[in-house]
């Protein structure tokens, strides 16, 4: 006997195939909204373009958020080295991109001294960009060679006056956070310090460590073996607290430089008119990266500080270097090399 399926049955089931779906995609809508956001975006790879080459601080600094701002995101975040001009390849490859999410760019203190250190420059540093957020900072340490008789502040100071040809500090360039950090120390100090630029912080921690330079404002990744070794003797921080790293090195501020604070910093920016909703999503997610163990751990390692916040903390802190960098350059007479 030949058994016959009802006419309704089939449409009863089509219905209740389409209420199931209907009911997953509600359920999986919260998870898509996490990692797409209600514009849909990321749904492809996002370039992070570095303006120095593989290997620097704020190279490994960079692909340490990259991998983990991706997991956040869902999308691979790709590291492209722009290096050239100080950085002003990369930030001008980056004020001329599509302002639409897929192209960010690692903002850092080189950027606001640029400002006023180059006559003319191919991008605005503060019109060309949207901030999206503070990474970290990292200090600089004033290292002397050891077989200098210079043990404390005090006692640079004092050398500084005694010698009548005053000290040499070396720096990784003219208009470098290394050698603004020492013409800062100058202004407020009067000493009469001699600036010798070198092409980068590897040249000119060899001759600092040969003698043939007494003192340089190196940052900090750069210092440490050197000084762990015994091979460079520490004689401040310029960041206004002590680092875990060095305890018993003072800072310039308790060393009778009161308000004395400069650290080289990093940050993640966008191009000029990126939607905002964007913005708002990268700035959560990076501050989501920020507050990872593995991230704080490896940064501490490097001697930075995580230092999270919002688009607006950054927009404002970048403003503030920006004057503050233009009045020692000013008094300096550094020019771009």
Request: charged letters at 20%; one cysteine or more.
């Amino acid at each position: 006997m030949t058994s016959h399926t009802p006419a309704t049955t089939a449409p009863r089931r089509r219905l209740l195939a389409l209420a199931a779906a209907a009911i997953a995609c509600t359920a999986a809508l919260p998870l898509q909204a996490q990692t797409a956001g209600a514009t849909g975006w990321p749904n492809k790879p996002i370039k992070l373009v570095v303006g120095y080459a593989a290997g620097g601080a704020t190279d490994v600094i960079a692909r340490l958020v990259a991998v983990k701002l991706g997991d956040q995101l869902g999308q691979p975040v790709v590291v492209d080295n722009r290096a050239g001009a100080n950085s002003n390849v990369g930030a001008e490859n980056v004020a001329r991109a599509p302002a639409d999410g897929y192209t960010l760019y690692v903002y850092t203190i080189a950027n606001t001294i640029n400002a006023s250190l180059y006559p003319k420059l191919g991008y605005d540093p503060v019109k060309d960009f949207e901030p999206i957020g503070m990474i970290a900072k990292i200090p600089n340490i004033l290292v002397v060679n050891p077989k200098l008789p210079v043990k404390s502040l005090a006692d640079y100071v004092r050398y500084a006056k005694e010698s009548k040809d005053g000290i040499t500090f070396a720096s990784s360039g003219s208009g470098s956070s290394i050698h603004l950090s020492g013409e800062m120390f100058k202004m407020q100090s009067q000493l009469k310090m001699l600036h010798v630029p070198y092409r980068g912080s590897a040249p000119a921690v060899t001759d600092l460590l040969g003698g043939q330079v007494d003192s340089m404002f190196d940052n900090t990744p750069s210092a440490l073996p050197h000084v762990q070794a015994g091979k460079l003797r520490a004689i401040a921080i310029t960041s206004a607290q002590r680092s875990p790293l060095l305890p018993d090195v003072p800072t310039l501020a308790e060393s009778g430089y009161a308000g004395f604070d400069v650290q080289s910093w990093f940050a993640l920016a966008a191009p000029a008119g990126t939607p905002r909703p964007v913005v708002e999503q990268l700035n959560t997610a990076l501050n989501k990266v920020l507050a990872l163990p593995e991230v704080r751990n490896r940064l501490q390692e490097l001697a930075a500080t995580p230092d999270s916040g919002t688009p607006d903390k950054m927009r404002s802190f970048a403003a503030a270097e920006i004057k503050r960098w233009r009045e020692v350059v000013k008094a300096s007479g550094a020019t771009a090399e």
